[in-house]
């Protein structure tokens, strides 16, 4: 049966979790993305930006941000990797683009995962592969409503609790098994998130622009 693939960033690497139309589920993880997209998948989404302007905000990111608030970062541009610190990009930014338009240090901080993501991204690909923001899909899942903080073990409860029911029920085993892996509580539990978007997404943010590359920009949930 087609398996459907979510992954997220950690901190040495990526990591993934897959689930099948009858429900079988599991995770794996690597320091590259490249191991975890040769799995089996009918379609992927990952919780990266996937599609870069040279300036400005993405339309994508100010719709999903309007939904369910700063946990959409702003400022996923194509140059990011040219400065040497985020106090260089945001005076840059602000020069160019005026005051407030930089970027944050939760995104400066994934730059990388970004670039890591923007090097194996094509308009081809982009028809298995797309970009999905966990917030969005929890929103969604919960009947279009706001969740506690991820941080808070309410948060936390709420977001397990949708995925056990969407089929991920082996999700509290799992997140005792990660200890020693670097993975994340939160990554795992996003990356379950992104495949449930990739076996069940029909819904989407933004997509009328395109990057200079030709990569739809777009947040599917």
Same mark, same amino acid.
């Given at each position: ?20 139309e009858?429900?079988?589920h ?41 939904l ?10 194509r ?36 670039r890591?993501?923007?090097e194996?991204?094509?308009? /081809? ?12 899909i ?29 089929g ?15 993975i ?10 992104? /495949? ?26």
């Open positions: 049966m087609p398996n459907y693939l979510g992954l997220d960033g950690f901190r040495f690497g990526w990591v993934a979790a897959w689930i099948d009858h429900g079988d599991g995770f794996d993880y690597s320091p590259g993305l490249t191991r975890l997209l040769a799995m089996p998948h009918a379609r992927a989404m990952i919780d990266m930006p996937i599609g870069l302007k040279p300036s400005g905000y993405r339309i994508c990111d100010l719709r999903a941000r309007a369910v608030g700063a946990a959409v970062f702003l400022g996923a541009r140059d990011l990797w040219k400065f040497p610190d985020m106090a260089t990009a945001n005076r840059h930014y602000w020069e160019h683009e005026g005051k407030g338009k930089g970027v944050s240090a939760q995104l400066w901080n994934i730059r990388d995962k970004i890591d993501v923007d194996i991204m094509t308009p /081809a690909r982009q028809a298995k592969i797309g970009e999905a923001h966990p917030e969005l929890f929103w969604n899942l919960a009947g279009r409503a706001r969740l506690a903080k991820k941080t808070s073990s309410e948060g936390r409860e709420q977001r397990i609790a949708l995925l056990e029911r969407c991920f029920t082996r999700l509290p085993k799992w997140l005792t098994q990660r200890h020693g892996t670097g994340g509580r939160d990554d795992l539990i996003d990356a379950c998130a992104c /495949a449930i978007a990739a076996r069940d997404s029909k819904q989407r943010v933004g997509g009328e622009e395109t990057d200079p590359r030709g990569l739809r920009m777009e947040i599917n949930y």
